[in-house]
């Protein structure tokens, strides 16, 4: 996760609050590709923009995994047994 100071997390955190939540992966699809393309209009679209984008979507995929996905498989291989 980008770790970025308590203080420059409210200016995205007071605008995210106002923000209806998607209820579908399409949607979900759709609200992240429109914050990459407002960061494309803004850093400009050449092919470190477009790696930026990609990197940060991949460390967002990494850090979910690793903070959500695994603790939640973690609490059902202990409910349900271990396959292996």
């Given at each position: 996760?980008p770790?970025?100071k308590?203080?420059?997390?409210?200016?995205?955190?007071?605008?995210?609050?106002?923000?209806?939540?998607?209820?579908?992966?399409g949607?979900?699809?759709?609200?992240l590709?429109?914050?990459?393309?407002?960061?494309?209009l803004?850093?400009?679209?050449?092919?470190?923009?477009?790696?930026?984008?990609?990197?940060?979507?991949?460390g967002v995929?990494?850090?979910?995994?690793?903070?959500?996905?695994?603790?939640?498989?973690?609490?059902?291989?202990k409910?349900?047994?271990?396959?292996?």
């Open positions: 996760m770790y970025i308590k203080v420059d997390r409210l200016k995205f955190k007071k605008t995210l609050e106002h923000i209806l939540p998607p209820h579908t992966a949607e979900l699809n759709y609200c590709s429109c914050i990459c393309q407002l960061y494309l803004y850093a400009g679209e050449s092919y470190q923009t477009h790696n930026d984008i990609m990197g940060a979507l991949s995929q990494q850090e979910w995994y690793r903070r959500k996905v695994a603790p939640y498989e973690e609490k059902k291989i409910e349900n047994g271990d396959i292996f």
